[in-house]
C-alpha cells in the first residue's frame, strides 16, 4: 500500500472482532501481544500477535493442556471458567494472571519465554481473592497484584506467595457499581489506576486514578470516568475494561471491551464482547479518550499485516488449529483428526447441546452477516452444525443417515423446527446469518437461515430463525455466538467446514 493510499484508508474496529472480551496487551520491542477471556471455552485464553496495533493474529491458546485448565461439567457453568486475564513482560518473561471461577481453582498465574508457548502449569493464589487480577512491579523488584474490588496484595509471582492480607485502593471512579478490571502502570512521576465500573453492560466505563507510590493514596482523575458511551446512540456499546500501551513513537492507545448492538429496541448484540482500538493523548497529566468508533483512520507509521485466517479447513493437519474451540475440555478420544485423513471425526458422549458435556468444535462468530458450511458423513452416528450461546440457547441442523433436520432450544422450550429426507451418504449443511432492515422497535439484530447444499451448489433453506433469542440480551452470560460441529450420538465425520463473511 502506498503512502497516498494509507492516508485514505480506514480499518474495522474492532480490531479482533467476535466473542474476544477483556483485551489486556503488552508491547515487547516491536511486537504487541493480546490475551482475552475464554470463559467455558477449552483451549483457553486465545494469544493474539501483531506489529501494527491494526492487524492481528491469533498465534496460540495460552491454557491448552488438561493440567493447566480445569472446566468441570458440574462446577463450570455457561459464562463460568476463565475470567479476565491480564498479561506483562517483566525480566525477561511473559506473565499471565487470570481467575478461573470454576469451584476449587481461583486466581493462577503462568508463565512463558515465547507468548505462542508453551505456557507454565499454573502457580496457584489461594490468598489472593475476588476476581480480574493485574501484575505489576515496582523500581525494586516488588509485585504488586491488584484485583475486583479495588484490593491490592504483594505476592511472590514466582511461588505465588503473599505478604499480608489485601489492602483497599480505591473506588470513588465515577461512583458506579462493580470497580473491576484494575491495571496498575508507573507511568512518568506518578502511578496510575485504571480501573472499569458501572457493570459490563450499557452503563459500562473506565476511570482513573494516580498516586506516588504503587500502593497510593490515589487522587481519582477529575474527568472521570474517561471513557464511557452510556446514555449515547453511538454504534459501539458497553465500552470499558480497557488496558493502555505506549508504541516506540511515544504515542498512547487503549484497548478496550465493546458491543455492535442491532435491531430495535433495547438493542440485541449477538457476537459477544468484542476488542476495540482507540487514541490516548495526555492532558496535565491524565489521559484523554478517544470515541470508541467502527473504523479507524489509517496510521502514520508503517502497517504490517499478519497471515490471513483460512475461512476453510480442511482437517489435514495432524492438529486443529488455534481457533477451534471446545465446550469445557476436548478429549482426544472424542475428537481427532487422525482416525480418517483429511477428516475431523467425533465420537458422542451426550445426546445433545443441551448437555454440558456435549462433543463440540467450534469457531466464533465474528462478523454480523455470514454464512458457515460444514460436509458431514453421518453414516456411522448423529451430529450435525451448531449456532451455540449457551446449553439453553442454541439452534442446529443435524443430520443422521437418510435425514436432516433443524432443531431449536430458546430456555427451557425444545422444538424440531423441520425434517427431510435426504439420500444416505455425506451431506453438506448451512447456516447464514442475513441481517434485517429497521423496521420498527420490535425489529431483531438478524436472522439465521439454516439448511442444506444441493448437489448443484444451491442452498435450500429449510428454516429461518430469529436471531435475538441468541443474543446476550436474551440469554444473559458475557460469551458470544459461537459456530460449531458436534456428535450427538455415535461417530460423524467432518470432511470440511468453511466460514465467510457476506454482504449484509
Not at 474495522?12 to 477483556?22: L, S, Y
Not at 471455552?41 to 492481528?56: A, E, K, M, N
Not at 490468598?127 to 516488588?142: H, K, M, N, R, Y
Not at 483429511?342 to 463440540?360: C, K, M, Q, Y
Request: hydrophobic residues 35%; charged residues 20%.
Amino acid at each position: 500500500m502506498s503512502d497516498n493510499q494509507q492516508a485514505d484508508a480506514t480499518f474495522p474496529n474492532p480490531v479482533i472482532p467476535g466473542f474476544h472480551p477483556d483485551p489486556s496487551i503488552c508491547r515487547v520491542g516491536d511486537d504487541y501481544y493480546i490475551v482475552c477471556s475464554s470463559f467455558e471455552y477449552f483451549p483457553g485464553i486465545p494469544v493474539f500477535h501483531s506489529r501494527d496495533l491494526l492487524h492481528w493474529t491469533q498465534i496460540g491458546n495460552a491454557l491448552d493442556r488438561p493440567t493447566q485448565l480445569r472446566l468441570t461439567t458440574t462446577g463450570t457453568r455457561s459464562s463460568g471458567g476463565i475470567y479476565a486475564p491480564t498479561l506483562r513482560h517483566h525480566d525477561g518473561r511473559f506473565w499471565l494472571i487470570v481467575t478461573n471461577v470454576t469451584e476449587g481453582v481461583g486466581n493462577i498465574l503462568f508463565t512463558a519465554t515465547d507468548p505462542a508457548g508453551p505456557w507454565s502449569d499454573p502457580i496457584h493464589l489461594p490468598e489472593v481473592p475476588s476476581i480480574d487480577p493485574d501484575l505489576a512491579w515496582d523500581e525494586d523488584g516488588t509485585c504488586w497484584c491488584t484485583v475486583a474490588g479495588i484490593s491490592q496484595v504483594r505476592i511472590d509471582p514466582y511461588t505465588g506467595e503473599t505478604f499480608g492480607p489485601p489492602h483497599k485502593l480505591w473506588s470513588a471512579g465515577a461512583d458506579a457499581k462493580t470497580p473491576e478490571a484494575p491495571h496498575l502502570y508507573r507511568i512518568g512521576d506518578y502511578w496510575y489506576l485504571l480501573i472499569a465500573e458501572g457493570g459490563t453492560e450499557r452503563c459500562h466505563g473506565v476511570s482513573i486514578a494516580r498516586g506516588r507510590t504503587p500502593t497510593g493514596p490515589f487522587e481519582p482523575c477529575p474527568d472521570n470516568p474517561i471513557l464511557t458511551h452510556r446514555g449515547t446512540d453511538r454504534p459501539v456499546q458497553n465500552t470499558g475494561h480497557a488496558d493502555l500501551v505506549q508504541r516506540p513513537d511515544g504515542s498512547w492507545w487503549m484497548v478496550c471491551l465493546g458491543v455492535r448492538p442491532g435491531g430495535g429496541s433495547p438493542g440485541w448484540h449477538v457476537l459477544g464482547r468484542e476488542t476495540f482500538l482507540t487514541p490516548v493523548e495526555w492532558v496535565d497529566g491524565w489521559p484523554v479518550v478517544g470515541e470508541v468508533t467502527p473504523e479507524l483512520p489509517a496510521p502514520a507509521w508503517p502497517l504490517v499485516p499478519g497471515p490471513v485466517e483460512a475461512v476453510r479447513d480442511d482437517f489435514d493437519l495432524g492438529e486443529l488449529r488455534p481457533q477451534w474451540i471446545s465446550v469445557r475440555d476436548r478429549p482426544a478420544e472424542h475428537c481427532t483428526t487422525k482416525e480418517r485423513s483429511g477428516w475431523l471425526t467425533l465420537r458422542a458422549r451426550g445426546g445433545s447441546l443441551d448437555e454440558p458435556d456435549i462433543v463440540f468444535v467450534g469457531r466464533r462468530q465474528q462478523h454480523l452477516t455470514c454464512e458457515v458450511r460444514t460436509r458431514i458423513d453421518p453414516a456411522e452416528g448423529r451430529g450435525g452444525l451448531a449456532v451455540r450461546l449457551d446449553e439453553e440457547h442454541h439452534y442446529e441442523i443435524e443430520a443422521s443417515e437418510g435425514e436432516v433436520r433443524v432443531l431449536s432450544r430458546i430456555g427451557p422450550l425444545r422444538s424440531v423446527v423441520e425434517s427431510r429426507s435426504v439420500p444416505a451418504g455425506p451431506v453438506v449443511l448451512g447456516v447464514r446469518v442475513l441481517g434485517i432492515p429497521l423496521r420498527d422497535a420490535l425489529t431483531g439484530p438478524d436472522v439465521l437461515a439454516l439448511g442444506i447444499e444441493e448437489p448443484d451448489g444451491a442452498f435450500t433453506e429449510l428454516a429461518t430463525l430469529d436471531g435475538r433469542y441468541l443474543s446476550t440480551e436474551v440469554a444473559g452470560g458475557f460469551t458470544g455466538r459461537v459456530f460449531g460441529m458436534y456428535a450427538a450420538s455415535g461417530t460423524v465425520h467432518f470432511d470440511w467446514f468453511d466460514y465467510e463473511q457476506s454482504a449484509s
